[in-house]
């Protein structure tokens, strides 16, 4: 039975600091499945359209180099209200402002370098599972 699913990037920060397998164990505890993940890199290109929607916004550029600095770990999760969960289980984007026990209050350093990201809908689940993943690579 498929269920719902969301997209998630380790960024650059949680990746040089060594973060993965916690953050991979959050994730496992809180009953998401992993249906595809992989350790890539995104050219100045990739985090420029990936983030167009921000592209007028004062820290896109700020954004575009931090994404770009180094490997990410991007994954499809699966669960059952997977947006929702996951987004709870991340936190608010800013760490000092996330609950306790939330990816982001344990790994994050700042509201710029703040370890992961979730999707915040399905439609954008898909767009940005199609933009790092093909069908063929999701189990």
């Known amino acids: 039975m498929r269920t719902n699913r969301t997209f998630t990037m380790l960024k650059p920060d949680a990746l040089e600091k060594g973060m993965i397998g916690g953050i991979l164990e959050k994730i ?28 007028n916004r004062p820290f896109f550029e700020g954004l575009v180099a931090f994404m770009t600095r180094g490997p990410i770990v991007a994954a499809v999760l699966e669960k ?53 993943f093909s069908e063929r690579e999701l189990f």
């Open 80 to 132: 059952e209200n997977a947006i929702e969960d996951f987004r709870a289980l991340i936190g608010a984007t800013n760490p000092v402002e996330a609950a306790e026990g939330t990816i982001r209050k344990l790994f994050a350093s700042s509201m710029t370098e703040n370890a992961v990201h979730g999707s915040d809908s399905d439609a954008n689940a898909a767009i940005e599972t199609a933009f790092h």
């Open 28 to 55: 496992n505890s809180a009953g998401f499945r992993i249906v595809g993940m992989k350790l890539t890199q995104m050219s100045q290109k990739d985090a420029e359209s990936f983030y167009a929607v921000h592209s």
